[in-house]
């Protein structure tokens, strides 16, 4: 059984930050690409962010050069960096990954809100 959990979400006001995270544990042989996703209401799921095994990160238009995205394989554990943050980023961020254990299937965390208000 593999549980991804996220972390670091909360009330900020515009223009702040917040780092999130997200932890994979369970019986794990590796974790491959892993992602961020939000969904704001109202709205679909959307990709925020991805970074492949060894480092290499997307990003969407919108948060290019305010979120920047991270992991630690040793932690199974990966990060998002949000500097700048706008309204429009209000939304539950769910954590994503490919993992292999005795087969490779992908997992979600749970999501944990951010909310960026005045």
């Known amino acids: 059984q593999v549980q991804l959990v996220e972390s670091g979400g909360g009330l900020v006001q515009p223009g702040g930050s917040l780092r999130l995270s997200c932890a994979a544990s369970?019986?794990?042989?590796?974790?491959?690409?892993m992602a961020w996703y939000r969904q704001a209401p109202g709205n679909q799921r959307e990709l925020v962010a991805s970074i492949t095994r060894d480092g290499k990160p997307n990003y969407i238009d919108s948060v290019k050069g305010r979120f920047a995205i991270s992991r630690d394989n040793a932690k199974n554990t990966m990060y998002l960096q949000m500097n700048n943050l706008k309204p429009e980023d209000t939304a539950v961020y769910y954590c994503?990954?490919?993992?292999?254990?005795?087969?490779?299937?992908?997992?979600w965390g749970k999501g944990t809100l951010v909310t960026v208000s005045s």
């Open positions: 994503n990954a490919v993992v292999e254990t005795i087969m490779i299937d992908n997992y």
């Open positions: 369970g019986n794990i042989f590796r974790v491959n690409a």
